[in-house]
Protein backbone atom coordinates (compact mmCIF):
# COMPACT_ATOMS: atom_id res chain seq x y z
CA UNK A 1 0.00 0.00 0.00
CA UNK A 2 0.70 3.48 -0.59
CA UNK A 3 0.79 6.25 1.89
CA UNK A 4 -1.12 9.40 0.87
CA UNK A 5 1.63 11.43 -0.31
CA UNK A 6 3.25 8.62 -2.32
CA UNK A 7 -0.17 7.89 -4.54
CA UNK A 8 0.12 11.35 -5.07
CA UNK A 9 3.36 11.29 -6.28
CA UNK A 10 2.60 8.57 -8.48
CA UNK A 11 -0.76 10.10 -9.88
CA UNK A 12 0.63 13.46 -10.53
CA UNK A 13 -2.05 14.57 -7.92
CA UNK A 14 -1.96 17.02 -4.70
CA UNK A 15 -2.45 15.23 -1.27
CA UNK A 16 -5.22 18.29 -1.34
CA UNK A 17 -7.01 16.85 -4.19
CA UNK A 18 -7.07 13.04 -2.55
CA UNK A 19 -8.34 14.52 0.63
CA UNK A 20 -11.22 16.18 -1.47
CA UNK A 21 -12.07 13.07 -3.56
CA UNK A 22 -11.92 11.07 -0.29
CA UNK A 23 -14.59 13.43 1.41
CA UNK A 24 -16.53 13.69 -1.15
CA UNK A 25 -16.53 9.58 -1.85
CA UNK A 26 -15.36 9.65 -5.36
CA UNK A 27 -12.09 8.01 -4.29
CA UNK A 28 -12.10 6.29 -0.90
CA UNK A 29 -8.53 4.96 0.40
CA UNK A 30 -8.21 1.50 0.37
CA UNK A 31 -7.21 1.40 4.13
CA UNK A 32 -7.49 4.34 7.18
CA UNK A 33 -5.38 3.76 9.81
CA UNK A 34 -7.82 3.66 12.79
CA UNK A 35 -5.41 5.11 15.40
CA UNK A 36 -4.00 7.80 12.96
CA UNK A 37 -5.97 8.26 10.72
CA UNK A 38 -3.53 7.95 7.97
CA UNK A 39 -4.67 6.88 4.52
CA UNK A 40 -3.32 4.23 2.30
CA UNK A 41 -4.01 3.66 -1.35
CA UNK A 42 -3.58 0.38 -3.45
CA UNK A 43 -2.17 0.26 -6.89
CA UNK A 44 -5.19 -0.46 -8.12
CA UNK A 45 -6.66 2.27 -7.58
CA UNK A 46 -4.52 4.74 -9.77
CA UNK A 47 -6.96 3.36 -12.51
CA UNK A 48 -9.98 5.50 -11.28
CA UNK A 49 -7.51 7.79 -10.49
CA UNK A 50 -6.74 8.05 -14.17
CA UNK A 51 -9.98 7.90 -15.14
CA UNK A 52 -11.27 10.86 -12.44
CA UNK A 53 -8.82 13.24 -13.74
CA UNK A 54 -9.35 12.45 -16.89
CA UNK A 55 -12.97 13.02 -16.94
CA UNK A 56 -12.47 16.37 -14.75
CA UNK A 57 -9.97 17.64 -17.34
CA UNK A 58 -13.04 16.97 -20.19
CA UNK A 59 -15.27 19.34 -18.48
CA UNK A 60 -17.27 16.94 -16.55
CA UNK A 61 -18.73 18.05 -12.78
CA UNK A 62 -17.35 15.69 -10.00
CA UNK A 63 -21.51 13.95 -9.62
CA UNK A 64 -20.99 13.49 -13.85
CA UNK A 65 -17.49 11.83 -12.84
CA UNK A 66 -18.90 9.52 -10.14
CA UNK A 67 -21.90 8.31 -11.90
CA UNK A 68 -19.35 7.70 -14.42
CA UNK A 69 -16.66 5.72 -12.26
CA UNK A 70 -19.24 3.92 -10.82
CA UNK A 71 -20.53 2.73 -13.97
CA UNK A 72 -24.36 4.15 -13.67
CA UNK A 73 -23.78 5.53 -16.88
CA UNK A 74 -23.91 3.05 -19.70
CA UNK A 75 -21.43 2.65 -22.66
CA UNK A 76 -23.93 4.46 -25.45
CA UNK A 77 -24.51 7.01 -23.05
CA UNK A 78 -21.06 7.54 -21.91
CA UNK A 79 -20.09 7.76 -25.55
CA UNK A 80 -22.68 10.46 -26.45
CA UNK A 81 -22.03 12.12 -23.34
CA UNK A 82 -17.88 12.19 -24.42
CA UNK A 83 -19.02 12.63 -28.20
CA UNK A 84 -20.98 16.08 -27.14
CA UNK A 85 -18.02 17.23 -24.60
CA UNK A 86 -15.76 16.84 -28.23
CA UNK A 87 -17.71 19.38 -30.08
CA UNK A 88 -18.04 21.77 -27.45
CA UNK A 89 -13.93 21.85 -26.81
CA UNK A 90 -13.87 21.91 -30.51
CA UNK A 91 -15.87 25.25 -30.71
CA UNK A 92 -13.87 26.36 -27.80
CA UNK A 93 -10.50 25.84 -29.46
CA UNK A 94 -12.19 27.30 -32.48
CA UNK A 95 -13.48 30.87 -31.03
CA UNK A 96 -10.23 31.07 -29.18
CA UNK A 97 -8.21 30.39 -31.97
CA UNK A 98 -10.50 33.25 -34.03
CA UNK A 99 -9.47 35.65 -30.64
CA UNK A 100 -6.28 34.86 -31.29
CA UNK A 101 -6.06 36.00 -34.73
CA UNK A 102 -7.90 39.47 -33.74
CA UNK A 103 -5.78 40.26 -30.72
CA UNK A 104 -2.91 39.80 -33.57
CA UNK A 105 -4.68 41.77 -35.80
CA UNK A 106 -5.18 44.25 -33.11
CA UNK A 107 -1.70 44.31 -32.12
CA UNK A 108 -0.40 45.01 -36.10
CA UNK A 109 -3.02 48.19 -35.78
CA UNK A 110 -1.26 49.43 -32.82
CA UNK A 111 1.75 48.71 -34.29
CA UNK A 112 0.87 50.71 -37.53
CA UNK A 113 -0.52 53.96 -36.02
CA UNK A 114 1.33 56.85 -37.29
CA UNK A 115 2.20 55.23 -40.23
CA UNK A 116 0.09 56.68 -42.64
CA UNK A 117 -0.08 55.12 -45.97
CA UNK A 118 0.37 57.51 -49.14
CA UNK A 119 0.65 55.17 -52.49
CA UNK A 120 -1.59 52.72 -51.36
CA UNK A 121 -4.55 54.66 -50.78
CA UNK A 122 -6.70 55.48 -54.53
CA UNK A 123 -9.81 57.68 -55.16
CA UNK A 124 -11.73 56.26 -57.78
CA UNK A 125 -14.93 55.84 -59.09
CA UNK A 126 -16.64 52.45 -58.94
CA UNK A 127 -19.22 51.43 -61.96
CA UNK A 128 -22.10 49.80 -61.41
CA UNK A 129 -22.01 45.65 -61.62
CA UNK A 130 -24.68 42.54 -62.18
CA UNK A 131 -24.25 40.84 -59.04
CA UNK A 132 -26.00 37.79 -57.96
CA UNK A 133 -26.24 37.77 -54.46
CA UNK A 134 -27.37 36.32 -51.02
CA UNK A 135 -28.23 38.20 -47.60
CA UNK A 136 -28.33 37.13 -43.84
CA UNK A 137 -28.01 38.26 -40.79
CA UNK A 138 -25.24 39.34 -38.58
CA UNK A 139 -25.35 40.28 -35.03
CA UNK A 140 -22.53 43.32 -35.33
CA UNK A 141 -19.79 44.24 -37.43
CA UNK A 142 -17.56 42.83 -35.56
CA UNK A 143 -15.17 40.13 -37.41
CA UNK A 144 -16.06 37.32 -35.24
CA UNK A 145 -19.84 37.63 -36.14
CA UNK A 146 -19.51 38.46 -39.61
CA UNK A 147 -16.29 35.70 -40.43
CA UNK A 148 -19.71 32.86 -39.19
CA UNK A 149 -22.20 34.51 -41.46
CA UNK A 150 -20.69 35.45 -44.85
CA UNK A 151 -18.53 31.79 -45.18
CA UNK A 152 -21.27 29.69 -45.10
CA UNK A 153 -23.00 32.57 -47.91
CA UNK A 154 -21.04 32.30 -50.26
CA UNK A 155 -20.43 28.33 -50.46
CA UNK A 156 -24.81 27.93 -50.75
CA UNK A 157 -24.87 31.18 -53.48
CA UNK A 158 -21.79 28.88 -55.50
CA UNK A 159 -23.45 26.08 -54.83
CA UNK A 160 -27.10 27.42 -56.45
CA UNK A 161 -25.24 29.56 -59.46
CA UNK A 162 -23.31 25.51 -60.01
CA UNK A 163 -26.71 23.92 -60.28
CA UNK A 164 -28.09 26.49 -62.89
CA UNK A 165 -25.01 26.17 -65.00
CA UNK A 166 -24.26 29.78 -64.53
CA UNK A 167 -20.42 30.56 -64.04
CA UNK A 168 -19.58 33.76 -62.61
CA UNK A 169 -18.42 36.35 -64.76
CA UNK A 170 -16.33 38.62 -61.95
CA UNK A 171 -14.80 38.83 -58.64
CA UNK A 172 -16.45 37.84 -55.42
CA UNK A 173 -18.11 41.46 -53.41
CA UNK A 174 -19.11 41.72 -50.26
CA UNK A 175 -20.95 44.56 -48.85
CA UNK A 176 -22.61 45.65 -45.82
CA UNK A 177 -25.73 47.92 -44.36
CA UNK A 178 -27.62 48.33 -41.26
CA UNK A 179 -29.61 45.48 -40.56
CA UNK A 180 -33.64 47.09 -40.32
CA UNK A 181 -34.56 45.90 -37.02
CA UNK A 182 -31.76 47.80 -36.05
CA UNK A 183 -29.82 47.25 -32.68
CA UNK A 184 -26.08 47.25 -34.46
CA UNK A 185 -27.07 43.74 -36.73
CA UNK A 186 -25.71 44.11 -39.50
CA UNK A 187 -27.29 43.23 -42.95
CA UNK A 188 -24.29 40.86 -45.07
CA UNK A 189 -24.94 40.70 -48.73
CA UNK A 190 -22.69 37.89 -50.07
CA UNK A 191 -22.64 38.11 -54.24
CA UNK A 192 -20.15 37.71 -57.28
CA UNK A 193 -20.46 39.28 -60.74
CA UNK A 194 -22.80 37.42 -63.52
CA UNK A 195 -24.47 38.02 -66.26
CA UNK A 196 -27.58 36.91 -66.04
CA UNK A 197 -30.35 39.74 -67.38
CA UNK A 198 -32.96 38.70 -65.02
CA UNK A 199 -33.72 39.97 -61.69
CA UNK A 200 -36.82 37.36 -59.99
CA UNK A 201 -37.21 37.18 -56.25
CA UNK A 202 -39.60 34.01 -56.34
CA UNK A 203 -40.67 31.51 -59.27
CA UNK A 204 -41.84 33.10 -62.31
CA UNK A 205 -44.93 31.81 -63.88
CA UNK A 206 -45.28 31.94 -67.63
CA UNK A 207 -48.38 29.79 -69.67
CA UNK A 208 -46.26 31.01 -73.14
CA UNK A 209 -42.49 31.00 -74.86
CA UNK A 210 -41.23 34.14 -73.48
CA UNK A 211 -38.83 36.26 -75.57
CA UNK A 212 -36.29 38.81 -73.61
CA UNK A 213 -34.42 40.86 -75.45
CA UNK A 214 -32.99 43.52 -72.52
CA UNK A 215 -32.89 43.15 -68.98
CA UNK A 216 -35.88 42.62 -66.83
CA UNK A 217 -36.87 43.26 -63.45
CA UNK A 218 -39.31 41.88 -61.79
CA UNK A 219 -40.36 42.04 -57.34
CA UNK A 220 -43.72 40.20 -57.23
CA UNK A 221 -43.93 36.74 -56.65
CA UNK A 222 -43.49 34.86 -60.16
CA UNK A 223 -43.61 31.28 -61.27
CA UNK A 224 -41.81 29.72 -64.10
CA UNK A 225 -43.85 27.19 -65.86
CA UNK A 226 -42.72 27.32 -69.29
CA UNK A 227 -39.22 27.79 -71.48
CA UNK A 228 -38.11 30.89 -72.67
CA UNK A 229 -37.58 31.31 -76.71
CA UNK A 230 -35.15 29.23 -76.33
CA UNK A 231 -36.25 26.69 -74.41
CA UNK A 232 -34.66 27.60 -71.54
CA UNK A 233 -36.23 27.53 -67.62
CA UNK A 234 -36.08 30.19 -65.25
CA UNK A 235 -36.12 30.78 -61.73
CA UNK A 236 -34.86 33.19 -59.19
CA UNK A 237 -33.96 35.17 -62.38
CA UNK A 238 -31.17 32.77 -63.86
CA UNK A 239 -31.41 29.57 -66.45
CA UNK A 240 -32.40 26.36 -64.77
CA UNK A 241 -30.76 23.28 -66.05
CA UNK A 242 -31.56 19.64 -65.87
CA UNK A 243 -34.56 20.04 -63.70
CA UNK A 244 -32.62 22.19 -60.69
CA UNK A 245 -34.74 24.44 -58.54
CA UNK A 246 -34.00 26.28 -55.34
CA UNK A 247 -36.18 29.01 -53.77
CA UNK A 248 -35.01 31.35 -51.18
CA UNK A 249 -36.47 35.15 -50.70
CA UNK A 250 -32.79 36.19 -50.00
CA UNK A 251 -31.06 35.40 -53.63
CA UNK A 252 -31.71 37.44 -55.86
CA UNK A 253 -30.02 39.54 -59.16
CA UNK A 254 -29.62 43.01 -59.02
CA UNK A 255 -27.20 46.04 -60.45
CA UNK A 256 -24.91 47.36 -57.23
CA UNK A 257 -25.06 50.53 -57.44
CA UNK A 258 -22.05 52.84 -58.39
CA UNK A 259 -19.65 54.31 -56.16
CA UNK A 260 -18.62 58.22 -57.44
CA UNK A 261 -16.10 58.23 -55.48
CA UNK A 262 -14.80 55.38 -53.52
CA UNK A 263 -11.36 55.59 -51.49
CA UNK A 264 -9.80 51.99 -52.22
CA UNK A 265 -7.10 49.99 -50.69
CA UNK A 266 -6.01 46.79 -51.12
CA UNK A 267 -5.14 44.03 -48.57
CA UNK A 268 -3.09 41.21 -48.93
CA UNK A 269 -3.75 38.04 -46.88
CA UNK A 270 -6.89 36.60 -44.78
CA UNK A 271 -9.68 38.65 -43.80
CA UNK A 272 -9.30 38.14 -40.28
CA UNK A 273 -6.38 40.23 -40.85
CA UNK A 274 -7.68 42.84 -42.18
CA UNK A 275 -8.36 45.38 -39.28
CA UNK A 276 -5.04 46.97 -39.87
CA UNK A 277 -5.50 47.77 -43.39
CA UNK A 278 -9.15 49.14 -42.85
CA UNK A 279 -7.69 51.30 -40.15
CA UNK A 280 -4.82 52.37 -42.23
CA UNK A 281 -7.51 53.28 -44.81
CA UNK A 282 -9.50 55.44 -42.08
CA UNK A 283 -6.30 57.18 -41.06
CA UNK A 284 -6.20 58.30 -44.71
CA UNK A 285 -9.59 59.57 -45.46
CA UNK A 286 -9.05 61.55 -42.11
CA UNK A 287 -6.15 63.08 -43.19
CA UNK A 288 -7.23 64.45 -46.67
CA UNK A 289 -10.68 66.00 -45.63
CA UNK A 290 -13.15 62.94 -46.64
CA UNK A 291 -16.11 61.25 -44.96
CA UNK A 292 -16.79 58.11 -45.68
CA UNK A 293 -20.34 57.79 -46.29
CA UNK A 294 -21.08 53.81 -45.89
CA UNK A 295 -19.54 50.58 -45.30
CA UNK A 296 -16.57 49.39 -47.23
CA UNK A 297 -17.02 47.12 -50.36
CA UNK A 298 -14.54 44.31 -50.17
CA UNK A 299 -13.56 43.46 -53.60
CA UNK A 300 -11.92 39.27 -53.93
CA UNK A 301 -9.38 39.74 -56.73
CA UNK A 302 -7.62 36.44 -55.44
CA UNK A 303 -9.27 33.79 -53.59
CA UNK A 304 -6.31 30.82 -53.76
CA UNK A 305 -6.67 28.06 -51.14
CA UNK A 306 -4.60 29.22 -48.57
CA UNK A 307 -5.93 32.47 -47.28
CA UNK A 308 -2.66 34.29 -46.13
CA UNK A 309 -2.44 34.52 -49.87
CA UNK A 310 -6.18 36.39 -50.70
CA UNK A 311 -5.92 39.73 -51.89
CA UNK A 312 -9.00 42.34 -51.64
CA UNK A 313 -9.90 45.43 -52.59
CA UNK A 314 -11.32 47.62 -49.96
CA UNK A 315 -13.91 50.40 -51.67
CA UNK A 316 -14.85 53.12 -48.76
CA UNK A 317 -17.40 55.00 -50.68
CA UNK A 318 -16.35 58.91 -49.48
CA UNK A 319 -17.31 62.53 -49.72
CA UNK A 320 -15.29 66.16 -49.40
CA UNK A 321 -15.62 66.94 -45.81
Excluded at 111 to 136: C, F, Q, W, Y
Excluded at 155 to 162: A, G, H, Q, T, V
Excluded at 211 to 219: D, E, F, I, T
Excluded at 248 to 274: K, W
Aim: aromatic share 6%.
Amino acid sequence: MFTIGDFARHGRVSVRMLRHYDATGLLRPAHVDPASGYRHYTAGQLARLNRIIALKDLGFTLQQVRDIVDEKVGPEELRGMLRLRRAELETAMAAAAARLVQVEARLRAIESEGHMPTNDVVIKSVPAVRVAELTATAASFQPEDIGPVIGPLYDELFRRLDAAGITPTGPGIAYYEDAAEGGGRITVHAAVQVSAPLQVSAPLKVSAPLQVSAPLKVSAPLQVSAPLQDGTLLQDGIPLQDGASFQDGTFRILDLPSLGEAATIVHRGSMDTVLPTVQALARWIDANAYESTGYPREINLECPENRDDWVTELQTPVTRS
